[in-house]
């Protein structure tokens, strides 16, 4: 069974930072991609990062330059700066293999 713990959301104002992170314990295959997602009041899930086990990254274009993933074993972080009214959305850790497992989220509310 494998369990993610996300921590690090709150509320900032715009163009403040954040930085969100999620442990994931369990069996865990050593392959495996990790990411998060956001879904925002109103919208789809949509994936905003992911690191891949050799460390590959890939971002959504709209968070490209501002938002940083970063991996430490099975431990990923989100290092978010310039934060926008529209980054307001609950956050969600990821991790991939042949089947998704999911955090309970961590709300991120940016004021303008």
């Known amino acids: 069974q494998v369990q993610l713990v996300e921590s690090g959301g709150g509320l900032v104002q715009a163009g403040g930072s954040l930085r969100l992170s999620c442990a994931a314990t369990?069996?865990?295959?050593?392959?495996?991609?990790m990411a998060w997602y956001r879904q925002g009041p109103g919208k789809q899930r949509e994936l905003v990062a992911r690191i891949e086990s050799g460390g590959g990254t890939n971002y959504a274009d709209s968070v490209k330059g501002r938002f940083t993933i970063s991996r430490d074993k099975n431990t990923v972080h989100l290092q978010m700066t310039d934060l926008k009214p529209e980054d307001t959305a609950v956050y969600y850790c990821a991790l991939e293999v042949w089947v998704t497992y999911w955090g309970r989220g961590t709300q991120v509310t940016v004021s303008a």
């Open positions: 369990g069996t865990i295959f050593r392959i495996n991609h």
